[in-house]
């Protein structure tokens, strides 16, 4: 029966031990706050990877072949067409447009992970892992990519106020804007970012991001800023709902309101109707 009593005693101390150890492991005073909804700034506007000029004039550092998909696709556009941005058929919008302030943002703690939400469904929610992995190997990639980050406490005072992310894998075909601005497909991408509030507006966010991709001629750094609600109101906003846009082929359509089939773009030719009898 001591014997019992003993081994009991000492399972109890293990479980407590351990539910100390998880208690200060989930210690949110460790983290800032980042609780609320977030928005791009400036407010308004289309989002784009460079917030700090229009979108037609990013001066993106394209290499001469993707500088001509991207007129491409810019002369695509004004025709009445979608160019190279494939958002409109709700495929998700991969990293790092997702991050430009496409849709209102959520960012959830724990010690093992980071998560980014997004109110527009079609955006996946990011992980960012800061339990000291390395990155996956063979592992497929993914629009979101694999992102693993890193806390820091850049002012001392014992509480972190600075995550620090890398973030690879990333799938294509995607682009960096609705204008089609072009990647590479060679999932070879690697964005890195650092996120951390302004010390003199808790409610404004900076996050300095720097993205290499195959299709740019030197790394492309941007800073992109974030503002915090004062009341927040969650949506249900489903890319798939109501949309009127139909993709056959290479070709984009309209359904009318009458159900029926129309060109986007002035002169569109129709689909090939070879399956179906005349």
């Given at each position: 029966m001591l014997h019992?009593?003993?081994?009991?005693?000492?399972?109890?101390?293990?479980?407590?031990?351990?539910?100390?150890?998880?208690?200060?492991?989930?210690?949110?005073?460790?983290?800032?706050?980042?609780?609320?909804?977030?928005?791009?700034?400036?407010?308004?506007?289309?989002?784009?990877?460079?917030?700090s000029k229009p979108i037609r004039?990013?001066?993106?550092?394209?290499?001469?072949?993707?500088?001509?998909?991207?007129?491409?696709?810019?002369?695509?556009?004004?025709?009445?067409?979608?160019?190279?941005?494939?958002?409109?058929?709700?495929?998700?919008?991969?990293?790092?447009?997702?991050?430009?302030?496409?849709?209102l943002m959520e960012f959830l703690f724990s010690p093992n992970v980071t998560h980014i939400l997004y109110e527009v469904t079609s955006i996946q929610p990011r992980r960012i892992y800061t339990d000291g992995r390395d990155f996956p190997k063979n592992q497929e990639p993914m629009f979101t990519g694999y992102s693993i980050g890193k806390?820091?406490?850049?002012?001392?005072?014992?509480?972190?106020?600075?995550?620090?992310?890398?973030?690879?894998?990333?799938?294509g075909p995607r682009t960096f804007d609705q204008l089609g601005l072009p990647t590479a497909d060679d999932n070879n991408a690697v964005v890195k970012e650092r996120l951390s509030l302004d010390k003199a507006n808790k409610d404004l966010m900076h996050n300095e991001m720097t993205t290499t991709d195959s299709a740019l001629t030197r790394p492309w750094t941007v800073t992109k800023n974030y503002r915090r609600a004062p009341k927040v109101a969650w949506e249900e906003n489903n890319c798939s709902e109501g949309n009127q846009h139909v993709t056959i082929g290479k070709e984009v359509y309209f359904l009318s309101g009458d159900g029926k089939l129309m060109p986007s773009k002035k002169g569109q030719e129709p689909p090939d109707l070879q399956y179906f009898k005349r």
């Open positions: 019992k009593t003993l081994l009991g005693s000492l399972a109890l101390t293990v479980v407590l031990g351990l539910a100390v150890t998880a208690a200060a492991a989930h210690d949110e005073t460790k983290y800032p706050d980042w609780s609320g909804q977030w928005s791009r700034v400036p407010d308004g506007g289309p989002p784009r990877y460079d917030p004039k990013q001066e993106a550092p394209l290499k001469p072949e993707y500088q001509k998909l991207y007129e491409a696709s810019l002369k695509d556009i004004d025709e009445g067409g979608f160019g190279l941005d494939t958002a409109y058929a709700c495929i998700t919008q991969a990293m790092p447009r997702q991050m430009s302030g496409v849709s806390w820091l406490d850049t002012d001392g005072d014992g509480r972190f106020d600075t995550l620090e992310v890398e973030t690879r894998n990333i799938r």
